[in-house]
């Protein structure tokens, strides 16, 4: 229990607990935002040294009204040095964690880092992954907030960034502005959480209460269902030979694995299909970007050719000049 009785006053339709999956390039801040939204450090936060997070974790916090905050901090899933298999790994341990399904997928920007190439590929990437009803369930979280101390506004800093269009508009402009330093105002602490769990109670109206990924999270929270029940039958089973509660036991680790194997393969396939996209994405603009290069050294070629063009005109017109007056000048002697 984090937040105090008259602290964050959110609206909420009833559901108990909402979980909230934090998504965004490793340094953005996704572990500090984190801990602002459980109004707590749960989560490290490299502040000082170099922590990184490695692998996707949860921790809660209950609000005054009683509900309880899910938080879910991943690592950085979609960067160039992520390897496939990691990234199955952790969605599948990001899913096994949202055991009710994911109410928002916060997606975490920092207004002092610039995009990376990979980042303006990011609503492409969650889209072929996860399907394009992501967006339903997307708020974007723009951290370091403090950087506007002196008077910009995130408005203001977004007019500058064309970037950030299309994936703000996607999701009906919800975007929330967090400054996580430990040190702020209490009220300017409470208003950024509070507006962003009111965005996840306006995602959860829009979506009549489904969230998002909740069949998957379902089938592997049935399975794991299956799974303990089993166990609980070998442990009853005291009575039986050997063999066969080494049967049982063979026949619950198969069915469980063929059932984590065919998620892992959706997941896969998914993954497979949003990285070539990307790869083809980079090398578009690699190519743009090299035929803008070449054309910027044609013209500049042309402009120096056309330079030294003018130059030699320049040169032959005061050779003329100097030569008409000699001639001048000598006309002049012999008519003396
Ligand atoms: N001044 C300021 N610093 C911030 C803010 N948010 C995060 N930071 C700092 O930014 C650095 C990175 O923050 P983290 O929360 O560790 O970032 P992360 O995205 O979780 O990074 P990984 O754990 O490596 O994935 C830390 O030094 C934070 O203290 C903010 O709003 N203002």
């Known amino acids: ?131 394009s009803q992501i967006v339903d369930y997307m708020i974007v979280v723009f951290t370091n907030g403090d950087a506007f101390d002196d008077g910009d506004t995130l408005d203001y800093y977004l007019e500058d960034c064309p970037e950030f269009q299309e994936i703000l508009k996607e999701c009906d402009d919800r975007k929330v502005l967090f400054d996580n330093r430990r040190n702020i105002p209490k009220s300017k602490k ?61 026949e619950m680790e198969k069915t469980y694995n063929e059932m984590l194997e065919g998620i892992k393969e959706k997941i896969a396939n998914q993954l497979k299909e949003s990285l070539n996209d990307v790869k083809e994405q980079l090398a578009k603009a690699q190519a743009a970007r090299q035929e803008t290069e070449k054309k910027m050294t044609e013209m500049h070629k042309l402009s120096s050719d056309e330079i030294r063009r003018l130059r030699e005109q320049l040169n032959n017109a005061e050779m003329e000049t100097a030569r008409l007056r000699r001639q001048q000048r000598t006309q002049r002697c012999s008519v003396l």
């Open 1 to 131: 229990m984090s937040w105090e009785s008259n602290e964050v006053n959110v609206e909420v339709d009833g559901k108990p607990e909402r979980t909230l999956v934090l998504l965004g390039r490793t340094g953005n801040g996704k572990s500090a935002t984190g801990n602002s939204i459980l109004g707590e450090t749960k989560f490290l936060s490299k502040t000082r040294g170099r922590f990184i997070t490695k692998e996707c974790k949860l921790h809660t916090s209950q609000l005054p009204n009683g509900q309880r905050i899910n938080v879910i901090d991943t690592p950085g899933l979609f960067s160039a040095s992520s390897t496939p298999d990691f990234t199955i790994k952790e969605i599948v341990r990001c899913l096994r964690l949202a055991k009710d399904g994911i109410d928002a997928v916060i997606l975490v920007f920092s207004v002092r880092n610039r995009l990376t190439e990979e980042e303006q590929l990011t609503l492409r990437t969650l889209k072929i992954l996860f399907g």
């Open 190 to 250: 409470e208003k950024q959480v509070e507006d962003l769990l009111n965005f996840v109670e306006q995602i959860s109206k829009k979506n009549n209460g489904k969230p998002f990924m909740a069949d998957l999270s379902l089938e592997l929270r049935e399975n794991e269902a299956t799974l303990e029940e089993k166990q609980k039958q070998i442990q009853a089973m005291k009575g039986q030979s050997k063999q066969e509660i080494s049967q049982v036991k063979k």
